[in-house]
């Protein structure tokens, strides 16, 4: 069996033809940003704003057509344009996201975000999905930062994602949790440059096109900012909350506001706030220093009528089991951050049972 390459590709889509002008998408030189990992492809098509409606059916084609080739795990083909226009019903209301994002068996989606990078999002939001494991709760974990992700390292995975025989991918399990993450389909050095209708694209793949059979949650490590992702995931996933991380630094508090606002804004509610690296004890003398300060989440929280949900600090147990890919909630459950993630994750769980927002989207429009 041939690998597949561009040239395969091109040629498969020669038969796929635009109704409107009669020629192939090829031909009309429209495919663009191909990318080939491991059976998985993914590229773009390049066409003016007012051909959303009759290219959709020719995106649709293109994926089916994609996927019957030997060897393809999945296909991606997203639409681009300089400006992308409103979505309308038949009405010429504009949709909500209530149209279009149940997710069938997917109990409750949380979202661990942060305002800006390197607070330890990713590793909280690990370790919550182990927490809630802990529990007793059927818990999946999405990697949603494209563009970093993170989850494979701190889970120690290395194998790639299978289909099925309906094509769905198959996640990976690890610590009684189930993982997908676009780590596991490109090279860990590898820069994801893609444009944004790409990267939403990607995420309503990696949720929709994942086979994650019945959970009970689905923690999302979300990108740091307030970007195409994350407006993606607000918009178009029924997320029953989010959870905010800073650490207690003036600057960082800054950024994780507007996440705050971000999620406010599109009707999200915001479980609470985690406080991370929030001060460091020496494991020699005992001696705490509060290197990024101490108690600024807590005071913000407070003054924006968000709950607290616990404080961290820094411990060097932590950073060597995210790179050895065994969270301390696995390795050390009864340290200081392995109770503390617990009890973080019960709190979480309560929120969700207290929001009866299990599948149950909030009903907002699609920003433009």
């Known amino acids: 069996m041939p690998a597949i390459s561009n040239e ?43 051909q959303a409606n009759e290219m959709e059916l020719v995106r649709k084609e293109c994926e089916d057509q994609i996927r019957r080739l030997p060897g393809v795990i999945s296909a991606t083909v997203v639409l ?39 607070v330890g999002k990713s590793t909280i939001a690990t370790n919550l999905a182990v927490a809630l494991a802990r529990l007793g709760h059927r818990v999946g974990i999405l990697d949603a930062d494209i563009y970093g992700p993170s989850i494979p390292r701190m889970l120690g995975i290395t194998e790639k994602p299978q289909a099925d025989t309906d094509k769905k991918i198959l996640p990976l399990e690890k610590y009684n949790l189930k993982c997908m993450s676009m780590g596991f ?36 490590d979300m990108p740091p900012g307030t970007g195409d992702a994350q407006l993606t995931m607000a918009q178009r996933v029924p997320l029953a909350g989010s959870v905010i991380v800073s650490t207690p630094q003036d600057i960082a508090l800054l950024d994780a506001r507007k996440g705050l606002g971000m999620f406010q804004k599109v009707n999200v509610p915001v479980f ?35 709950d607290f949900l616990g404080e961290l600090p820094l411990d060097i147990g932590v950073r060597v089991g995210s790179d050895g890919g065994i969270p301390i ?27 009866h927002n299990l599948n149950t989207p909030p009903t907002i429009e699609t920003m433009d």
């Open 272 to 306: 609470g706030c985690i406080e991370n690296m929030s001060y460091f004890l020496c494991p020699k003398c005992g001696e705490r220093s509060e290197i990024f300060s101490h108690g600024g989440a807590r005071e913000w929280a407070q003054k924006l009528n968000v």
């Open 80 to 118: 681009t344009s300089e400006r992308s226009p409103s979505p309308q019903s038949r009405n010429g209301a504009k949709k909500t996201t209530q149209e279009t994002n149940n997710i069938p068996g997917i109990g409750a989606i949380v979202a661990v975000a942060s305002g800006k990078g390197g």
């Open 8 to 50: 395969i590709i091109l040629s498969s889509l020669k038969t796929i033809m635009v109704p409107s002008v009669g020629k192939s998408v090829v031909d009309l030189g429209i495919v663009s940003d191909i990318i080939i990992k491991d059976g998985n492809i993914g590229f773009s098509l390049e066409i003016a704003p007012d």
């Open 185 to 220: 389909l490109v090279e860990e050095d590898t820069p994801m440059i893609w444009r944004g209708p790409m990267v939403q694209s990607a995420l309503e793949q990696m949720l929709r096109e994942v086979k994650w059979g019945e959970i009970d949650f689905l923690i999302v």
């Open 329 to 355: 909630s696995v390795s050390d459950p009864d340290s200081l951050h392995g109770k503390t993630f617990l009890e973080i994750g019960k709190k979480v769980a309560e929120k969700v049972d207290s929001s």
